[in-house]
């Protein structure tokens, strides 16, 4: 049967390594968050451009013929 210092030592080892997962999990999550406020951002950026060139895309509507390599024979 472990003695009290015996448990007591076990239980601050348990939480000193418990403190140390949490620090590098906040440490990755920290990491994490500045991405993806990095990624909105350049989303928010190319949205911004297509809706400046949509206007300027081809519709598809139109029928130009056929490609002028395809000459009469």
């Given amino acids: 049967?472990?003695?009290l210092e015996e448990r007591i030592a076990q239980l601050e080892e348990?939480?000193?390594f418990q403190d140390q997962?949490?620090?590098q999990l906040n440490e990755a999550i920290t990491a994490q968050?500045?991405?993806m406020d990095e990624m909105e951002k350049m989303f928010i950026a190319m949205r911004a451009k297509?809706?400046?060139l949509a206007p300027l895309l081809?519709?598809?509507g139109t029928d130009d013929g056929p490609p002028p390599h395809y000459?009469?024979?």
């Fill in 71 to 73: 000459g009469s024979v």
């Fill in 1 to 3: 049967m472990k003695t």
């Fill in 58 to 60: 081809d519709e598809g």
């Fill in 50 to 52: 297509l809706r400046t």
């Fill in 33 to 35: 968050q500045f991405q």
């Fill in 14 to 16: 348990t939480i000193y």
């Fill in 21 to 23: 997962t949490i620090r």
